[in-house]
């Protein structure tokens, strides 16, 4: 997947494998450490109070919270009070360090936890990403789904609609096309919206604008095929070769691609890219569901979304 040079640096250090292995690390020492901490002791004022008064504490001075009960002066049987508030104990030195070896010697014997942590902490952040996400495409369905400028291939009236952000440079972009073509070839009922989200480049976004001009021109299409299928870099000066090949007006298209309005729908994906968290390309949605990247079996996943969502219905797809 090919990202954004101005990603998110906290997601990119989330990625780092080993950095992940620190935090649990640390997450474990402080935790135990705070544990610890929280042993508790009866203050020194209501100890002194049982003394005086002949009260006797149901638990160990320093042990956990108890029962206190109080005979009264007559000898009468003792009335049972709510136990006081703990208050935290402090370690010495040795205590200290006799904690530090055990965390130490439970860490070395069992460093698997790293790895059941890692796993816990990323199916968390997937979970809230996922949701966070169906949560922002609902607010933004329109201009996701069904913006009247949206570039389409497939059946234009097709009951489910798979969306992708791409960049004409991006090599898994290009790996990617093979299964949009298969599905929009299969799937007559499929309809595939593009996004153009030129982050790797000057000339990805020179090539954004030849395929928006193409749109005009009824071409989109096929000069999005041409050019994901081209080898070597794109920009302006390839993308014109290939549109001039595929027999497009090159005075209408040069004029087209210069045009705000072209400028403006490149501006309004990136911005939409920007609103839902999508900072790499591809990125497909199918309706509240998301496929980052460029996987082996796109073409099968896009297929099962699709069939899942014909069966339980979608309301803005």
Avoid at 36 to 46: C, E, F, L
Avoid at 192 to 215: C, D, H, N, Q
């Amino acid at each position: 997947m090919s990202t954004s040079p101005s990603s998110n640096p906290l997601r990119a250090a989330a990625q780092q494998k080993g950095l992940w292995l620190v935090i649990p690390a640390i997450a474990i020492l402080a935790g135990l450490v705070w544990v610890g901490r929280t042993a508790v002791t009866a203050p020194a004022d209501v100890a002194s109070g049982v003394a005086a008064s002949g009260e006797v504490a149901s638990g160990e001075t320093g042990g956990a919270p108890a029962l206190v009960q109080v005979a009264d002066a007559t000898g009468a049987a003792p009335a049972t009070t709510a136990a006081v508030n703990a208050t935290p104990a402090t370690f010495n030195d040795d205590q200290k360090k006799q904690i530090e070896t055990i965390v130490k010697e439970y860490l070395l014997a069992n460093p698997e936890i790293f790895l059941d942590v890692q796993t816990a902490l990323e199916e968390k952040m997937e979970k809230q990403q996922a949701e966070k996400l169906k949560a922002l495409i609902s607010e933004n369905a329109k201009a996701i789904y069904h913006h009247p400028d949206s570039a389409v291939a497939g059946n234009p009236d097709g009951d489910i609609t798979v969306v992708e952000f791409f960049d004409y440079n991006c090599g898994y972009c290009k790996r990617g096309l093979h299964d949009i073509v298969k599905l929009v070839e299969t799937d007559p009922k499929a309809r595939v919206v593009f996004k153009e989200l030129p982050i790797l480049s000057k000339g990805s976004e020179e090539a954004s604008r030849i395929a928006l001009a193409a749109r005009r021109q009824g071409k989109y299409w096929e000069m999005h095929k041409a050019m994901l299928s081209a080898k070597g870099h794109m920009n302006e000066a390839s993308a014109l070769r290939l549109a001039e090949k595929l027999g497009l007006d090159m005075d209408k298209l040069k004029a087209d691609m210069a045009s705000p309005e072209v400028e403006q729908e490149v501006k309004e994906s990136e911005d939409l890219a920007k609103k839902l968290g999508v900072n790499g390309t591809p990125h497909f949605l199918v309706g509240d569901r998301a496929i980052p990247g460029a996987p082996e079996d796109l073409y099968d996943q896009l297929e099962k979304n699709i069939t899942e969502l014909r069966s339980q219905g979608c309301a803005y797809c």
